[in-house]
């Protein structure tokens, strides 16, 4: 059974830094393009960033290029979100998901599943 966990949110000032981590279970990751999405509260799921198979990524949202990137480690089956210079408006519960193929062919939330439960980034002062 495909399980995504993800982890390494918290609380953290603006300008500061997090790394998530998205580890899988019960499947490999090599065939699944990751998408990395976020739900802030009253607000729709939005996507942030999405990483292929093959290392290559698309950025979903403009307010984070620059300032996020995403990377995986096959060997690790976990895939990282490294989010750096933090704002208030990007706190958020962060999910992963998983799709098959590569990330030009999904865009929306709903094309990716085995969602983990979330991991919390707050980022205030």
């Known amino acids: 059974q495909l399980h995504l966990v993800e982890s390494g949110g918290g609380l953290v000032q603006p300008g500061g830094s997090l790394r998530l981590s998205c580890a899988a279970s019960g499947f490999s990751l090599d065939y699944y393009a990751i998408g990395w999405f976020r739900q802030a509260p009253g607000k729709e799921h939005e996507g942030v960033l999405c990483i292929s198979h093959s290392g290559a990524s698309i950025n979903y949202a403009d307010s984070v290029k620059g300032r996020f990137t995403v990377s995986r480690d096959n060997a690790k089956n976990t895939v990282y979100l490294q989010m750096d210079s933090l704002k208030p408006e990007d706190t958020a519960v962060y999910y992963c998901?998983?799709?098959?193929?590569?990330?030009?062919?999904?865009?929306?939330?709903?094309?990716?599943?085995?969602w983990g439960q979330g991991t919390q980034v707050t980022v205030s002062s």
């Open positions: 998901g998983a799709a098959p193929g590569p990330c030009e062919y999904f865009s929306d939330y709903t094309d990716f599943g085995s």
